[in-house]
């Protein structure tokens, strides 16, 4: 069965401070990996996808990584912000059809001061 | 381009009662999904059209779920009679053909009481 899990499914980290959110996955065939990012209140906005042979991308503070032998994926926020609160969702795209995206439900993560 | 627009931002009504969520795509993309999110279960596909097409709905959870795409700027996700287990925020997401990102709208927070 084609699954997506991430943890934790929540976090609370001092600004500043660097976190990594995990993400496993059994989806076969694999196509590509996206990481989102989802403000409270606003739609999920894509900060990385990573396709089977890439193994780390980075976006600014954010870097992901991939390993397709192991499917799993994380994401490694530095020096966090205030403004990093949010939700994380990681969404794997098999290669079967126009659509087949599994969706994780997310880490929730919450900078404070 | 304002991105993927969608209406109401929050509606709140009783079980029973007729809803009607609106979308505008982005324009020039030609896929359109509708979305369901809970904490419980994340991001669900519902449905998801094609020019226009309606390709896949086997995500629609029972027949009080309908969705329309009269044309390339405007769909519809209508619910009727609501219930209370249908509260959960609607989001909508359009992508181009050749592109895999697809951009989401603000979503609607349904609340059915």
């Known amino acids: 069965k084609n699954q997506v899990e991430q943890s934790p499914q929540s976090l609370i980290i001092l600004e500043g401070k660097n976190c990594t959110l995990q993400?496993?996955?059994?989806?076969?065939?694999?196509?590509?990996l996206r990481w989102y990012k989802q403000d409270t209140g606003r739609g999920p906005v894509s900060l990385t996808i990573?396709?089977?042979?890439?193994n780390t991308k980075s976006n600014g503070r954010y870097t992901a990584t991939l390993d397709a032998d192991t499917k799993q994926s994380s994401l490694h926020i530095t020096a966090s912000q205030l403004s990093d609160s949010a939700s994380y969702i990681c969404?794997?795209?098999?290669?079967?059809?126009?659509?087949?995206?599994?969706f994780g439900t997310g880490t929730r993560l919450t900078v404070i001061p | 381009d304002a991105g993927v627009i969608q209406s109401p931002r929050h509606e709140v009504t009783e079980m029973g009662q007729e809803v009607t969520l609106r979308c505008k795509p982005i324009?020039?993309?030609?896929?359109l999904f509708w979305y369901r999110q809970t904490m419980m279960r994340g991001l669900e596909l519902l449905i998801y059209?094609?020019?226009?097409?309606?390709?896949?709905d086997s995500g629609m959870p029972e027949d009080r779920f309908s969705a329309k795409m009269p044309n390339a700027s405007f769909s519809t996700l209508k619910i009727q009679p609501s219930e209370p287990r249908d509260s959960a925020v609607y989001f909508c997401?359009?992508?181009?053909?050749?592109?895999?990102?697809?951009?989401f709208g603000q979503g609607t927070r349904l609340t059915v009481v």
């Open positions: 997401a359009s992508r181009r053909t050749g592109l895999t990102e697809a951009f």
């Open positions: 993400c496993n996955y059994t989806v076969s065939p694999f196509s590509n």
């Open positions: 990573m396709t089977f042979s890439e």
């Open positions: 969404v794997v795209r098999d290669q079967t059809g126009a659509n087949n995206l599994f």
């Open positions: 324009s020039g993309h030609d896929y």
């Open positions: 059209f094609n020019n226009n097409v309606p390709i896949d």
